[in-house]
């Protein structure tokens, strides 16, 4: 069981991390303990942080939240190993250069029988995930797909085909970035109980989407506070993180994100 929230804004924001939440995901709650990666994208490239240990204990991570990186767009991860040993080489989020661009992935979730649908493949992973192989199929769908405003909806197109796809194999919820746009994909998901954990069950993402104007000055969530609200600002994370404005997106949801604002959007 992972947790993923992810932030696409119209101007560079600092979302500061209090560790109440993050860390808490991190091992000091939940089970999930065995890693945890922020990116901050920067235009083509990104700030990446990545650790294979619980948030909760590194020292890294309370570096990551005393420091202030504004970004457009943001994609963090907190793993908990289903498929893959609990090693860097198996921390989300995924990254690769393509097309001179930093593309960022991470999944919430178990694929089974991925690697049928991928021979040759696994040879080009770093770690041993079913997530990072899914990660460069979809890179292998979009690889003759060129950047730009004027090509997101067949890029939105492919993404959301490609998670219908995963999603046939099992619990699909990805967040993508490509340097220009994010992609997000909502399905199912493992939920805690008092008594272990449920059946994946919907929602696999929820959103929280700002409407221009409407709110304004300090905005607190669970292990969260955004000082400054852009104009526009979309924030998807796997639980809502504050008690109003969040709402469940329905199975087989497809987003595609630029700052701030819902390009496109899609059931699978």
């Known amino acids: 069981m992972c947790e993923l929230f992810a932030m696409s804004a119209s101007r560079p924001t600092i979302v500061e991390y209090t560790l109440d939440r993050f860390a808490r995901e991190g091992g000091e709650r939940h089970r999930n303990r065995d890693g945890w990666g922020i990116v901050f994208a920067e235009d083509r490239d990104a700030h990446i942080f990545r650790e294979a240990t619980p948030a909760a204990d590194s020292a890294l991570a309370r570096m990551v939240v005393e420091r202030e990186i504004p970004c457009r767009h943001l994609i963090a991860h907190v793993r908990r190993a289903s498929k893959g040993e609990p090693h860097l080489a198996n921390t989300h989020p995924f990254t690769r250069v393509h097309a001179g661009r930093m593309h960022h992935f991470a999944h919430n979730g178990t694929l089974h029988g991925i690697d049928d649908l991928a021979p040759g493949l696994r040879a080009e992973c770093v770690g041993d995930t079913d997530s990072e192989l899914a990660f460069l199929l979809l890179l292998r769908a979009l690889q003759d797909v060129p950047h730009g405003a004027e090509e997101t909806t067949l890029r939105f197109d492919i993404f959301r085909r490609f998670a219908a796809q ?103």
């Open 166 to 268: 995963m999603a046939v194999l099992g619990d699909a919820n990805f967040l993508f970035f490509d340097g220009e746009t994010l992609f997000a994909h909502a399905h199912k998901r493992i939920f805690e109980t008092e008594t272990g954990v449920s059946h994946p069950m919907p929602p696999g993402l929820c959103i929280r989407d700002f409407a221009q104007g409407s709110e304004e000055g300090p905005w607190r969530g669970h292990g969260l506070r955004i000082d400054d609200l852009p104009a526009r600002i979309v924030l998807l994370a796997s639980v809502p993180l504050s008690l109003h404005g969040w709402k469940p997106l329905p199975e087989a949801s497809a987003l595609a994100l630029r700052d701030g604002h819902i390009v496109s959007s899609s059931l699978s």
